[in-house]
Protein backbone atom coordinates (compact mmCIF):
# COMPACT_ATOMS: atom_id res chain seq x y z
CA UNK A 1 0.00 0.00 0.00
CA UNK A 2 1.48 3.56 -0.92
CA UNK A 3 2.54 5.35 2.69
CA UNK A 4 -0.46 8.01 3.53
CA UNK A 5 1.36 11.69 4.33
CA UNK A 6 -1.19 14.25 6.20
CA UNK A 7 -0.99 17.85 5.77
CA UNK A 8 -4.04 18.71 8.25
CA UNK A 9 -5.56 17.03 10.65
CA UNK A 10 -6.27 12.69 9.63
CA UNK A 11 -9.51 11.90 9.50
CA UNK A 12 -8.81 8.88 12.65
CA UNK A 13 -7.57 12.16 15.03
CA UNK A 14 -10.69 11.00 17.39
CA UNK A 15 -11.57 7.34 18.59
CA UNK A 16 -15.00 8.57 16.89
CA UNK A 17 -13.23 8.58 13.82
CA UNK A 18 -11.31 5.17 14.70
CA UNK A 19 -9.82 3.44 11.46
CA UNK A 20 -11.03 -0.05 10.97
CA UNK A 21 -7.80 -2.14 10.81
CA UNK A 22 -8.12 -5.81 9.25
CA UNK A 23 -6.87 -8.23 11.12
CA UNK A 24 -4.15 -10.31 9.99
CA UNK A 25 -3.09 -7.55 7.10
CA UNK A 26 0.38 -7.42 6.49
CA UNK A 27 1.52 -3.45 5.94
CA UNK A 28 4.25 -2.23 3.77
CA UNK A 29 5.77 1.41 3.01
CA UNK A 30 5.02 2.65 5.93
CA UNK A 31 1.11 3.08 5.35
CA UNK A 32 0.17 4.88 8.18
CA UNK A 33 0.63 7.80 9.70
CA UNK A 34 0.61 10.30 12.67
CA UNK A 35 1.41 13.61 10.69
CA UNK A 36 -0.90 17.19 11.39
CA UNK A 37 -2.67 14.99 14.44
CA UNK A 38 -3.99 16.37 17.28
CA UNK A 39 -3.90 14.87 21.05
CA UNK A 40 -7.71 16.41 22.71
CA UNK A 41 -7.22 17.45 26.63
CA UNK A 42 -10.06 14.64 27.44
CA UNK A 43 -7.75 11.85 25.97
CA UNK A 44 -7.04 9.16 28.78
CA UNK A 45 -3.34 9.53 29.27
CA UNK A 46 -1.60 5.95 28.45
CA UNK A 47 -1.00 3.94 31.58
CA UNK A 48 2.83 3.46 30.72
CA UNK A 49 4.05 6.81 28.98
CA UNK A 50 2.91 10.09 30.61
CA UNK A 51 4.30 11.90 27.43
CA UNK A 52 2.66 12.12 24.23
CA UNK A 53 1.18 13.64 20.81
CA UNK A 54 0.09 13.44 17.85
CA UNK A 55 -2.28 10.48 18.45
CA UNK A 56 -4.75 8.53 15.46
CA UNK A 57 -6.99 6.05 16.29
CA UNK A 58 -7.76 2.81 15.11
CA UNK A 59 -10.44 -0.43 15.72
CA UNK A 60 -11.00 -4.22 15.74
CA UNK A 61 -13.08 -6.48 16.97
CA UNK A 62 -10.97 -10.27 17.51
CA UNK A 63 -12.77 -13.72 17.20
CA UNK A 64 -9.84 -14.79 19.64
CA UNK A 65 -8.91 -14.20 23.20
CA UNK A 66 -5.26 -12.55 22.53
CA UNK A 67 -4.36 -10.47 20.06
CA UNK A 68 -0.51 -9.04 19.47
CA UNK A 69 0.33 -5.40 17.69
CA UNK A 70 2.96 -4.15 16.48
CA UNK A 71 4.84 -1.12 14.74
CA UNK A 72 8.33 -2.75 14.89
CA UNK A 73 7.94 -2.74 11.05
CA UNK A 74 10.39 -1.78 8.45
CA UNK A 75 11.91 1.75 9.01
CA UNK A 76 9.38 4.39 10.16
CA UNK A 77 10.17 7.59 8.78
CA UNK A 78 9.80 10.83 11.16
CA UNK A 79 7.56 8.47 13.54
CA UNK A 80 10.35 6.60 15.22
CA UNK A 81 9.92 6.89 18.67
CA UNK A 82 5.88 6.03 19.50
CA UNK A 83 3.43 4.83 22.28
CA UNK A 84 0.59 2.44 22.01
CA UNK A 85 -2.82 1.80 24.23
CA UNK A 86 -5.00 -0.47 24.06
CA UNK A 87 -8.81 0.21 25.17
CA UNK A 88 -12.70 -0.66 24.90
CA UNK A 89 -15.43 1.61 25.61
CA UNK A 90 -18.02 3.81 23.71
CA UNK A 91 -16.07 6.43 21.04
CA UNK A 92 -18.43 8.70 21.49
CA UNK A 93 -17.01 9.55 24.99
CA UNK A 94 -13.09 9.40 25.98
CA UNK A 95 -14.36 9.34 29.85
CA UNK A 96 -15.61 6.12 28.73
CA UNK A 97 -12.46 4.24 27.50
CA UNK A 98 -10.71 2.09 29.93
CA UNK A 99 -7.72 0.93 29.01
CA UNK A 100 -6.77 -2.89 28.70
CA UNK A 101 -2.69 -2.51 27.42
CA UNK A 102 -0.16 -0.65 27.01
CA UNK A 103 3.18 -0.10 25.84
CA UNK A 104 6.51 2.36 25.45
CA UNK A 105 9.63 1.20 23.62
CA UNK A 106 8.88 -2.51 23.42
CA UNK A 107 10.38 -3.46 20.00
CA UNK A 108 13.24 -4.99 19.15
CA UNK A 109 14.33 -4.07 15.58
CA UNK A 110 13.14 -0.63 16.02
CA UNK A 111 13.64 -0.62 19.67
CA UNK A 112 11.96 2.61 20.62
CA UNK A 113 8.84 1.91 18.34
CA UNK A 114 5.53 -0.10 20.64
CA UNK A 115 4.72 -3.95 20.34
CA UNK A 116 1.81 -4.91 22.49
CA UNK A 117 0.08 -8.28 23.46
CA UNK A 118 -2.89 -8.44 24.94
CA UNK A 119 -5.84 -10.79 26.13
CA UNK A 120 -9.10 -9.57 24.65
CA UNK A 121 -12.84 -10.72 24.29
CA UNK A 122 -14.45 -12.13 20.88
CA UNK A 123 -16.64 -9.90 19.63
CA UNK A 124 -16.05 -7.26 21.64
CA UNK A 125 -14.61 -3.60 19.93
CA UNK A 126 -11.17 -2.73 20.83
CA UNK A 127 -9.35 1.06 20.07
CA UNK A 128 -6.05 0.90 19.22
CA UNK A 129 -4.09 4.14 19.96
CA UNK A 130 -0.79 4.96 18.37
CA UNK A 131 0.63 8.24 19.72
CA UNK A 132 4.31 9.91 19.59
CA UNK A 133 6.71 9.87 22.55
CA UNK A 134 6.98 13.55 23.36
CA UNK A 135 6.79 16.39 20.79
CA UNK A 136 7.31 16.50 16.67
CA UNK A 137 5.66 16.45 13.72
CA UNK A 138 4.57 12.86 13.46
CA UNK A 139 5.79 10.67 10.61
CA UNK A 140 4.76 7.29 9.01
CA UNK A 141 5.28 3.87 9.98
CA UNK A 142 3.65 0.09 9.97
CA UNK A 143 1.06 -1.20 11.93
CA UNK A 144 -0.55 -4.39 11.81
CA UNK A 145 -2.74 -6.00 14.17
CA UNK A 146 -2.39 -10.50 14.49
CA UNK A 147 -5.27 -12.61 16.53
CA UNK A 148 -4.41 -15.68 18.21
CA UNK A 149 -1.09 -14.62 18.88
CA UNK A 150 0.82 -12.98 21.77
CA UNK A 151 4.60 -13.32 23.42
CA UNK A 152 5.31 -14.00 26.30
CA UNK A 153 9.29 -13.11 28.30
CA UNK A 154 11.43 -15.99 27.50
CA UNK A 155 13.22 -16.00 30.89
CA UNK A 156 12.40 -13.98 34.23
CA UNK A 157 13.79 -14.10 37.93
CA UNK A 158 11.57 -13.12 41.45
CA UNK A 159 12.85 -9.64 41.40
CA UNK A 160 11.29 -8.65 38.24
CA UNK A 161 7.99 -7.26 38.76
CA UNK A 162 5.23 -6.45 36.00
CA UNK A 163 2.21 -4.34 36.90
CA UNK A 164 -0.74 -2.57 36.08
CA UNK A 165 -3.69 -0.64 37.13
CA UNK A 166 -6.92 -1.88 37.72
CA UNK A 167 -9.36 0.89 39.39
CA UNK A 168 -12.78 2.40 39.29
CA UNK A 169 -11.09 5.67 38.18
CA UNK A 170 -9.43 3.65 35.18
CA UNK A 171 -12.95 1.89 34.21
CA UNK A 172 -11.22 -1.17 33.92
CA UNK A 173 -12.34 -3.40 36.77
CA UNK A 174 -15.52 -5.41 34.06
CA UNK A 175 -12.76 -7.01 31.45
CA UNK A 176 -9.44 -8.88 31.16
CA UNK A 177 -6.80 -6.11 31.72
CA UNK A 178 -3.06 -7.76 30.97
CA UNK A 179 0.21 -7.50 32.78
CA UNK A 180 2.61 -6.94 30.39
CA UNK A 181 6.69 -6.74 30.06
CA UNK A 182 9.15 -3.91 28.94
CA UNK A 183 9.44 -5.83 25.12
CA UNK A 184 4.91 -5.76 24.77
CA UNK A 185 4.93 -9.40 26.02
CA UNK A 186 2.27 -10.58 28.26
CA UNK A 187 2.91 -12.67 31.65
CA UNK A 188 -0.62 -12.37 32.88
CA UNK A 189 -4.44 -10.94 32.54
CA UNK A 190 -6.73 -9.98 35.12
CA UNK A 191 -10.68 -9.82 35.56
CA UNK A 192 -10.99 -7.91 38.77
CA UNK A 193 -15.52 -8.50 38.23
CA UNK A 194 -15.79 -4.84 39.27
CA UNK A 195 -13.37 -4.99 42.07
CA UNK A 196 -11.17 -2.05 42.50
CA UNK A 197 -7.69 -3.97 42.92
CA UNK A 198 -5.41 -0.99 42.52
CA UNK A 199 -2.04 -1.87 41.35
CA UNK A 200 -1.58 -5.11 40.38
CA UNK A 201 1.82 -6.55 40.62
CA UNK A 202 3.22 -9.91 38.88
CA UNK A 203 6.00 -11.57 39.88
CA UNK A 204 7.99 -14.73 37.52
CA UNK A 205 10.23 -17.40 38.07
CA UNK A 206 11.00 -19.72 35.10
CA UNK A 207 13.74 -22.54 34.78
CA UNK A 208 14.87 -24.94 32.03
CA UNK A 209 13.44 -28.02 33.65
CA UNK A 210 10.23 -29.39 34.87
CA UNK A 211 10.27 -29.68 38.47
CA UNK A 212 8.21 -32.04 40.81
CA UNK A 213 6.52 -31.41 44.58
CA UNK A 214 7.01 -33.78 47.56
CA UNK A 215 4.76 -36.44 45.57
CA UNK A 216 6.70 -36.70 42.60
CA UNK A 217 3.91 -34.61 40.68
CA UNK A 218 5.44 -32.90 37.53
CA UNK A 219 4.83 -28.82 37.32
CA UNK A 220 5.68 -26.21 35.56
CA UNK A 221 9.10 -24.38 34.65
CA UNK A 222 7.20 -21.06 35.28
CA UNK A 223 5.49 -20.03 38.09
CA UNK A 224 3.77 -16.96 39.04
CA UNK A 225 2.89 -14.66 42.39
CA UNK A 226 0.56 -11.96 41.96
CA UNK A 227 -0.75 -9.26 44.36
CA UNK A 228 -2.78 -6.19 44.68
CA UNK A 229 -3.04 -3.21 45.91
CA UNK A 230 -5.99 -3.93 47.68
CA UNK A 231 -7.23 -7.59 48.61
CA UNK A 232 -10.29 -9.03 46.56
CA UNK A 233 -13.31 -9.41 48.09
CA UNK A 234 -14.87 -12.01 46.05
CA UNK A 235 -13.38 -14.00 43.26
CA UNK A 236 -11.80 -13.06 40.26
CA UNK A 237 -10.48 -13.84 37.02
CA UNK A 238 -7.04 -14.82 35.87
CA UNK A 239 -4.79 -16.34 32.62
CA UNK A 240 -1.40 -17.32 33.30
CA UNK A 241 0.86 -17.38 29.90
CA UNK A 242 3.14 -19.46 28.83
CA UNK A 243 4.96 -20.90 26.18
CA UNK A 244 3.90 -24.28 24.19
CA UNK A 245 7.78 -25.88 24.60
CA UNK A 246 7.50 -25.20 28.25
CA UNK A 247 3.30 -27.17 28.14
CA UNK A 248 4.67 -30.19 26.05
CA UNK A 249 7.74 -30.64 28.01
CA UNK A 250 4.88 -30.86 31.30
CA UNK A 251 3.00 -33.14 28.74
CA UNK A 252 6.14 -35.21 27.79
CA UNK A 253 6.98 -35.71 31.97
CA UNK A 254 6.21 -39.23 32.81
CA UNK A 255 4.20 -38.41 35.25
CA UNK A 256 2.22 -35.60 32.73
CA UNK A 257 0.44 -36.66 30.02
CA UNK A 258 -2.74 -35.65 28.28
CA UNK A 259 -3.42 -32.30 27.10
CA UNK A 260 -3.51 -28.80 27.80
CA UNK A 261 -6.98 -29.13 28.82
CA UNK A 262 -5.70 -31.63 31.65
CA UNK A 263 -3.90 -29.11 33.65
CA UNK A 264 -4.90 -26.93 36.35
CA UNK A 265 -3.25 -24.72 39.26
CA UNK A 266 -2.31 -24.77 42.71
CA UNK A 267 -2.66 -21.80 44.47
CA UNK A 268 -0.57 -21.09 47.69
CA UNK A 269 -1.72 -18.43 49.83
CA UNK A 270 0.43 -16.30 51.47
CA UNK A 271 3.38 -17.64 49.72
CA UNK A 272 6.01 -14.99 47.72
CA UNK A 273 7.50 -15.58 44.43
CA UNK A 274 9.54 -18.78 44.45
CA UNK A 275 12.11 -21.25 42.86
CA UNK A 276 10.28 -24.63 43.68
CA UNK A 277 6.67 -25.43 45.11
CA UNK A 278 6.73 -25.41 48.82
CA UNK A 279 3.71 -25.09 51.43
CA UNK A 280 0.35 -26.22 51.20
CA UNK A 281 -1.88 -25.51 48.11
CA UNK A 282 -5.23 -25.90 46.69
CA UNK A 283 -6.65 -27.25 43.43
CA UNK A 284 -7.93 -24.72 41.35
CA UNK A 285 -9.64 -26.13 38.09
CA UNK A 286 -9.20 -24.44 34.82
CA UNK A 287 -12.03 -22.59 33.28
CA UNK A 288 -10.51 -22.16 29.82
CA UNK A 289 -7.39 -22.57 28.06
CA UNK A 290 -6.02 -22.20 24.41
CA UNK A 291 -2.56 -22.71 22.25
CA UNK A 292 -2.18 -19.71 20.67
CA UNK A 293 -0.10 -18.97 17.94
CA UNK A 294 3.56 -17.76 18.44
CA UNK A 295 4.76 -20.48 20.94
CA UNK A 296 2.52 -19.09 23.28
CA UNK A 297 -0.53 -20.69 25.14
CA UNK A 298 -2.67 -19.90 28.10
CA UNK A 299 -4.41 -21.16 31.12
CA UNK A 300 -7.47 -19.56 32.75
CA UNK A 301 -9.00 -19.90 36.36
CA UNK A 302 -10.99 -17.74 38.93
CA UNK A 303 -9.59 -17.59 42.43
CA UNK A 304 -11.04 -16.18 45.76
CA UNK A 305 -7.72 -14.43 46.30
CA UNK A 306 -4.05 -13.90 44.92
CA UNK A 307 -0.71 -15.08 45.73
CA UNK A 308 1.61 -18.04 44.14
CA UNK A 309 -0.01 -20.29 41.49
CA UNK A 310 1.87 -23.26 39.69
CA UNK A 311 0.85 -25.03 37.30
CA UNK A 312 0.29 -28.64 36.75
CA UNK A 313 -2.69 -31.77 37.23
CA UNK A 314 -2.41 -31.34 40.75
CA UNK A 315 0.04 -31.97 43.34
CA UNK A 316 -2.67 -32.95 45.71
CA UNK A 317 -4.46 -36.35 45.73
CA UNK A 318 -8.49 -35.17 44.76
CA UNK A 319 -10.87 -36.22 47.78
CA UNK A 320 -13.09 -38.03 44.66
CA UNK A 321 -13.44 -39.24 41.39
CA UNK A 322 -16.18 -36.48 39.85
CA UNK A 323 -18.16 -39.49 37.32
CA UNK A 324 -20.67 -36.39 36.10
CA UNK A 325 -21.78 -33.05 36.87
CA UNK A 326 -25.48 -31.67 34.94
CA UNK A 327 -28.35 -29.73 35.22
CA UNK A 328 -31.81 -29.90 34.13
CA UNK A 329 -34.35 -27.19 34.03
CA UNK A 330 -38.07 -27.64 35.77
CA UNK A 331 -40.93 -25.62 35.47
CA UNK A 332 -39.91 -23.46 38.82
CA UNK A 333 -36.75 -24.69 39.67
CA UNK A 334 -33.31 -26.21 37.98
CA UNK A 335 -32.21 -29.71 39.49
CA UNK A 336 -27.76 -29.81 39.76
CA UNK A 337 -27.15 -33.81 39.84
CA UNK A 338 -23.68 -35.06 39.86
CA UNK A 339 -22.13 -38.32 40.45
CA UNK A 340 -18.94 -39.78 42.22
CA UNK A 341 -16.31 -42.80 42.81
CA UNK A 342 -13.94 -43.17 45.57
CA UNK A 343 -14.94 -40.78 47.88
CA UNK A 344 -12.08 -40.24 50.88
CA UNK A 345 -12.30 -37.69 53.09
CA UNK A 346 -14.90 -35.41 51.50
CA UNK A 347 -16.65 -33.32 54.25
CA UNK A 348 -19.23 -31.51 51.56
CA UNK A 349 -20.08 -31.00 47.93
CA UNK A 350 -20.76 -26.94 47.46
CA UNK A 351 -22.96 -26.03 44.48
CA UNK A 352 -22.49 -22.49 42.96
CA UNK A 353 -23.75 -20.56 40.80
CA UNK A 354 -23.12 -17.44 38.82
CA UNK A 355 -24.61 -15.13 36.33
CA UNK A 356 -21.52 -14.41 34.43
CA UNK A 357 -19.18 -17.40 35.17
CA UNK A 358 -16.99 -15.37 37.35
CA UNK A 359 -18.75 -14.50 40.35
CA UNK A 360 -20.15 -17.53 42.17
CA UNK A 361 -21.88 -17.65 45.11
CA UNK A 362 -22.69 -20.91 47.43
CA UNK A 363 -26.62 -21.87 46.89
CA UNK A 364 -26.44 -25.04 49.02
CA UNK A 365 -24.25 -28.02 49.87
CA UNK A 366 -24.89 -31.94 50.60
CA UNK A 367 -22.67 -34.06 53.38
CA UNK A 368 -20.16 -36.04 51.54
CA UNK A 369 -18.41 -39.59 52.39
CA UNK A 370 -15.25 -40.26 54.37
CA UNK A 371 -14.60 -43.65 52.51
CA UNK A 372 -16.95 -44.22 49.91
CA UNK A 373 -15.84 -47.06 47.41
CA UNK A 374 -19.19 -46.72 45.69
CA UNK A 375 -20.75 -44.63 43.18
CA UNK A 376 -22.58 -42.13 44.82
CA UNK A 377 -25.52 -40.01 42.88
CA UNK A 378 -26.10 -36.85 44.60
CA UNK A 379 -29.44 -33.72 43.84
CA UNK A 380 -29.74 -30.09 44.48
CA UNK A 381 -32.63 -27.76 44.04
CA UNK A 382 -32.51 -24.27 43.26
CA UNK A 383 -35.40 -22.82 43.68
CA UNK A 384 -34.68 -19.23 42.77
CA UNK A 385 -33.20 -19.66 39.52
CA UNK A 386 -31.83 -17.26 36.94
CA UNK A 387 -32.80 -16.62 33.45
CA UNK A 388 -29.43 -18.13 32.71
CA UNK A 389 -27.37 -19.76 35.36
CA UNK A 390 -23.98 -21.09 35.64
CA UNK A 391 -23.43 -23.66 38.35
CA UNK A 392 -20.34 -25.77 39.06
CA UNK A 393 -19.16 -27.67 42.41
CA UNK A 394 -16.65 -27.24 44.87
CA UNK A 395 -15.69 -30.69 46.91
CA UNK A 396 -14.13 -30.01 50.08
CA UNK A 397 -12.20 -32.74 52.30
CA UNK A 398 -12.18 -32.18 56.24
CA UNK A 399 -8.01 -30.91 55.74
CA UNK A 400 -9.67 -28.14 53.58
CA UNK A 401 -8.06 -29.68 50.28
CA UNK A 402 -10.93 -29.31 47.04
CA UNK A 403 -11.73 -29.73 43.90
CA UNK A 404 -13.99 -27.20 41.45
CA UNK A 405 -15.48 -28.63 38.66
CA UNK A 406 -15.87 -26.95 34.94
CA UNK A 407 -19.27 -25.15 35.12
CA UNK A 408 -21.97 -26.17 33.39
CA UNK A 409 -24.51 -23.59 31.96
CA UNK A 410 -28.87 -23.84 32.49
CA UNK A 411 -31.09 -21.23 30.37
CA UNK A 412 -35.00 -21.39 31.04
CA UNK A 413 -37.24 -20.54 28.40
CA UNK A 414 -38.93 -17.06 29.79
CA UNK A 415 -42.64 -16.50 28.77
CA UNK A 416 -42.66 -13.36 30.85
CA UNK A 417 -41.23 -9.47 29.71
CA UNK A 418 -39.05 -8.01 32.02
CA UNK A 419 -35.58 -7.89 33.20
CA UNK A 420 -33.55 -10.47 34.75
CA UNK A 421 -30.35 -9.74 35.69
CA UNK A 422 -28.31 -6.39 35.91
CA UNK A 423 -24.66 -6.90 36.06
CA UNK A 424 -22.59 -5.40 37.27
CA UNK A 425 -24.39 -4.05 40.23
CA UNK A 426 -23.34 -1.64 41.51
CA UNK A 427 -21.53 -0.51 38.25
CA UNK A 428 -19.28 2.54 37.11
CA UNK A 429 -19.30 3.08 33.64
CA UNK A 430 -21.14 0.20 32.10
CA UNK A 431 -24.36 -2.14 33.20
CA UNK A 432 -25.50 -4.93 30.89
CA UNK A 433 -29.12 -4.93 31.12
CA UNK A 434 -30.33 -8.60 30.95
CA UNK A 435 -34.01 -8.85 29.65
CA UNK A 436 -36.74 -11.52 28.32
CA UNK A 437 -39.15 -10.53 25.47
CA UNK A 438 -42.21 -11.91 24.48
CA UNK A 439 -41.14 -11.63 20.70
CA UNK A 440 -39.06 -9.87 18.18
CA UNK A 441 -39.31 -5.97 18.33
CA UNK A 442 -38.00 -2.47 19.51
CA UNK A 443 -37.33 -2.21 23.54
CA UNK A 444 -36.92 1.18 25.40
CA UNK A 445 -34.46 0.28 28.32
CA UNK A 446 -34.84 3.29 30.58
CA UNK A 447 -33.14 4.60 33.96
CA UNK A 448 -35.23 6.89 36.25
CA UNK A 449 -33.96 8.86 39.39
CA UNK A 450 -35.39 8.41 42.91
CA UNK A 451 -37.93 10.78 41.91
CA UNK A 452 -38.85 9.16 38.78
CA UNK A 453 -37.23 11.68 36.05
CA UNK A 454 -35.61 9.88 33.05
CA UNK A 455 -31.89 9.79 32.94
CA UNK A 456 -30.75 7.87 30.43
CA UNK A 457 -33.18 5.96 27.15
CA UNK A 458 -32.00 3.32 24.80
CA UNK A 459 -33.19 1.74 21.95
CA UNK A 460 -32.71 -2.06 21.37
CA UNK A 461 -33.88 -4.12 18.70
CA UNK A 462 -34.80 -7.82 20.95
CA UNK A 463 -35.01 -11.27 19.85
CA UNK A 464 -37.66 -13.59 21.35
CA UNK A 465 -36.43 -14.85 24.89
CA UNK A 466 -33.50 -13.68 26.28
CA UNK A 467 -31.42 -10.16 25.58
CA UNK A 468 -28.37 -8.77 26.56
CA UNK A 469 -28.23 -4.59 26.11
CA UNK A 470 -25.16 -2.42 27.87
CA UNK A 471 -26.10 1.00 28.83
CA UNK A 472 -23.40 3.39 29.24
CA UNK A 473 -23.70 5.27 32.83
CA UNK A 474 -20.94 7.85 32.61
CA UNK A 475 -22.50 10.48 32.35
CA UNK A 476 -25.19 9.59 35.60
CA UNK A 477 -24.10 10.94 38.92
CA UNK A 478 -23.53 8.60 41.72
CA UNK A 479 -26.24 7.11 43.26
CA UNK A 480 -29.48 4.93 43.36
CA UNK A 481 -31.34 4.60 40.14
CA UNK A 482 -34.42 2.35 38.98
CA UNK A 483 -33.79 0.59 35.32
CA UNK A 484 -36.87 -0.81 33.45
CA UNK A 485 -38.06 -2.04 29.74
CA UNK A 486 -40.72 -1.56 27.97
CA UNK A 487 -42.06 -2.78 24.54
CA UNK A 488 -45.61 -1.24 23.04
CA UNK A 489 -47.86 -0.61 26.04
CA UNK A 490 -45.65 -3.27 28.19
CA UNK A 491 -43.89 -1.93 30.86
CA UNK A 492 -41.64 -4.15 33.15
CA UNK A 493 -41.71 -3.98 37.22
CA UNK A 494 -37.94 -1.57 37.78
CA UNK A 495 -35.40 -2.91 39.34
CA UNK A 496 -32.91 -0.97 41.18
CA UNK A 497 -29.36 -0.15 40.31
CA UNK A 498 -26.47 1.32 41.94
CA UNK A 499 -23.99 3.63 40.27
CA UNK A 500 -20.71 4.27 41.96
Not at 16 to 42: D, K, L, M, V
Not at 61 to 74: E, H, M, R
Not at 105 to 110: E, K, L, P, Q
Request: charge should be negative; hydrophobic fraction near 35%; charged fraction near 15%.
Amino acid sequence: AASSTFTTTPPNDNVANATPITIGATCSGNAFSNRGATTEPSEPAPTCQSSYSRTVWYSFTPTTSSIFATTDLGTPTGMTDGVMSLFTGNPASFSTLAPVACDDDGGITNATMPVLSASVTPGQTYYLRVALYSTGAGGDYCLEVKEGETKVPSTSACATSYTTSITTALGNTNQWVSITGTSGDIVAAVNANGQNLGTVTVNVYTTTSIRTDALGQPYLNRNYRVTSGTLPASSVGVRLYFTDTEIADLIAHPSGGGTLADYNVTHVAGAACATAFAGTGSLITQSNSADLAGNTSYLEFTTPGFSAFYVNKGPLALPLQLISFTGKTLENSNMIEWETANEKNVANHIVERSADGIQWTEIGRKTGHADSDQRLKYQLEDLTPMAKSYYRLRSVDFDGQESVSKSILLTRRNDQFGITNLLPNPAFERVMVQFAAKEEGNVIVRITDINGRIVAEQSYEAIEGLNEAPVYLAQLQAGVYNVSITSGSEVSAPVRLIKQ
